[in-house]
């Protein structure tokens, strides 16, 4: 029973990490290594899958192994990052505390992914 509920929780957080690849604010990467820690523990054939996959699996295991994230991946999440945060904050929330929040987001963000290493190629 407590592999299923891992491999779900695993597959719920891979779910949710490939959506904030298009939605900045939810964290892409710490939910992807999440889900890859449920799976390791549940399921080798999910966690390979997943490390093997052609999209994510070199983002988590550069992560993992402390390489960092490539150049094109920082300046692609940071691009999306501001051009969602920039017109969810001008163009939809009214309440100001709200704005301010999204920003602090925005920025505690930023300030992750420029301090992660960069891999050379």
């Known amino acids: 029973m407590q592999r299923w509920v891992l491999v ?3 597959s719920v957080f891979v779910g949710i990490g490939v959506l904030g690849i298009f939605i900045p604010i939810l964290p ?3 939910l992807l290594l999440l889900g890859a820690a449920c799976y390791a523990k549940s399921s080798q ?3 390979d899958r997943l ?12 992560y993992r192994e402390g390489k960092g994230l490539p150049l094109r991946a920082k300046i692609m999440a ?3 990052l501001w051009a969602t945060i920039g017109y ?9 505390p709200i704005r301010a929040l999204l920003i602090l987001i925005a920025a505690a963000v930023t300030i992750h992914l420029c301090r992660l290493p960069t891999p050379r190629r």
């Open 28 to 30: 892409t990467t710490p």
């Open 45 to 47: 054939t999910f966690y």
């Open 88 to 96: 969810a904050v001008i163009a939809v929330i009214d309440l100001l």
């Open 51 to 62: 490390l093997h996959n052609r999209y994510l699996g070199e983002y988590i295991r550069n």
């Open 78 to 80: 940071l691009t999306l």
């Open 8 to 10: 779900a929780l695993g």
